[in-house]
């Protein structure tokens, strides 16, 4: 099945640094989500985008919805430890439910 | 509320056996959905559902069955397990006007 390429598949950073993560793909949507995911639990929503070139925060994370529709760029700043986990995108077309998911990109935090 | 619920936490299967994946949600969602995630990859769409006796099926679907009779409950069923099925098999459901997903703690399933 179709998924989203997801970069950096995984990483370390210091804690305090920046982090950025992106999510491509061939199609174009209309809803983008990022979502993280604890080990042993389902994945959490983090910010959803609706349009071409919207900027969204929440707290220390930033997502935008890149303006081709087929790319989408998550930020997190001054990370700490419990940003470790794993981040995916996920992004629909109009007028349906069917999401497709990222392949996730790992995040480590080194104290 | 409880929010998203799914039993077991855990399974282990024998090849051939049948079973249901129990999942509820009792924040009147109208969309339910079923995913099955598999080491190193993303969530895969099995099945949804946008309301009761309405479902539809995603990527993944062949080897599970699917009904919605309530608006609460969302069993997934294998008919006839085998070993590619062993994954984990996580719920999600939302408002219909909010993509936005509210996922299950997942179910670990094991076929020998």
């Known amino acids: 099945g179709q998924q989203l390429n997801q970069s950096p598949q995984s990483m370390f950073i210091q804690e305090g640094e920046d982090v950025s993560m992106n999510c491509t793909s061939s199609?174009?949507?209309?809803?983008w989500l990022w979502y993280k995911q604890d080990p042993g639990e389902g994945p959490v929503l983090l910010i959803a985008?609706?349009?071409?070139?919207e900027l969204t925060s929440n707290g220390r994370l930033t997502a935008q919805f890149g303006i081709t529709r087929k790319d989408s760029f998550l930020n997190i700043s001054a990370s700490i430890p419990s940003d470790v986990g794993i981040y995916f995108c996920?992004?629909?077309?109009?007028?349906?439910?069917?999401?497709?998911f990222g392949t996730g990109t790992r995040l480590k935090v080194l104290a | 509320n409880a929010g998203v619920t799914q039993t077991p936490k855990f399974q282990v299967l024998k090849t051939g056996q049948s079973m249901t994946l129990q999942c509820a949600q009792d924040?009147?969602?109208?969309?339910m959905s079923w995913y099955r995630q598999d080491p190193g990859m993303g969530l895969r769409l099995i099945h949804y559902?946008?309301?009761?006796?309405?479902?539809d099926q995603g990527e993944v679907p062949n080897g599970y069955n699917v009904s919605r009779s309530t608006t609460e409950d969302f069993p997934l069923r294998l008919l006839s397990a085998a070993p590619s099925q062993t994954s984990v098999y996580f719920c999600?459901?939302?408002?219909?006007?909010?993509?936005?997903?509210?996922f299950g703690p997942g179910t670990r399933l094991t076929v020998l």
């Open positions: 999600a459901s939302s408002p219909r006007a909010d993509p936005g997903q509210f």
């Open positions: 199609s174009i949507f209309n809803t």
């Open positions: 985008l609706y349009k071409a070139g």
């Open positions: 996920a992004g629909s077309t109009s007028g349906t439910y069917k999401y497709i």
């Open positions: 924040m009147n969602h109208e969309y």
């Open positions: 559902s946008v309301g009761a006796g309405i479902t």
